[in-house]
C-alpha cells in the first residue's frame, strides 16, 4: 500500500496558523512539528538567560527575546521558522515582515537542553542555525545538570568549543560583550 501524501504547507500558510495557534510549531520545507511544553527547569533558567543579558544590554541597542520570538533559516534548500530559547540580536533587527515576530539577523541563540531536543538542538538545529550568515555565537545549557556550551564563529566559518562546569565560571558571549557566571545561569535550578 503506498504512503499517504503528506500535506505540505506553504510558509505564508504557517505564519497565519502559527500566528494564531494556542501552542508553537517549528516549521520546516513545508512540515509542522508540534512542539513540547518546557520544564519548570528550563523555563526558570531561560528566565535567568533574559534578565541578565537583557541587564547588561539595557543601554546598548539590543534585543533580547525569550522563546516566542521565531527566527528564520533560509537558503536554497533550507526553510524554517524555530523557536529559539533566547535569541540575542544588536544593531539594526531585520523582520520577515510587519509583524515584527519572525527574526532575520540573530547574533547569539541560547537553547536549553532537555531529554527530547538535546540531540535535535546539537545536531539538525544547530547545522540550520550555522546557516544564518548573522549567528556568532551558540549556546547549549544543560537543564539537569551543570554544563554550558559555547560554539563561536571564526572568520574561517569554523565554529569554536566551549565547555563550562564550575558555579563560579564565566561564560564570556564576547559578541555582545556579556559575561554571564554559570551560577546565575542555573540560579533557583541547581544547588551550588
Known sequence: MPAQPVYLLSEAEYLQR???AEFKSEYLNGEVYAMAGASREHNQISTNLVVS???QLLEKPCGVYSSDMKVRTRTDKTNKFSYPDVVVTCGDEQFEDENGDVLLNPLVIIEV???STEAYDRGLKFFHYQL????QEYLLVAQDYCRVEKYQRQADKQWVYS??????DVVEISTLQCRVTV????RRVLAE
Open 132 to 135: 544564518i550568515p548573522s549567528l
Open 53 to 55: 543579558l537583557g541587564a
Open 163 to 168: 565547555e563550562f562546569h564550575e558555579m563560579q
Open 113 to 115: 537542553l532537555s531529554a
Open 18 to 20: 502559527e500566528r494564531q
Open 183 to 186: 551560577a546565575d545561569i542555573y
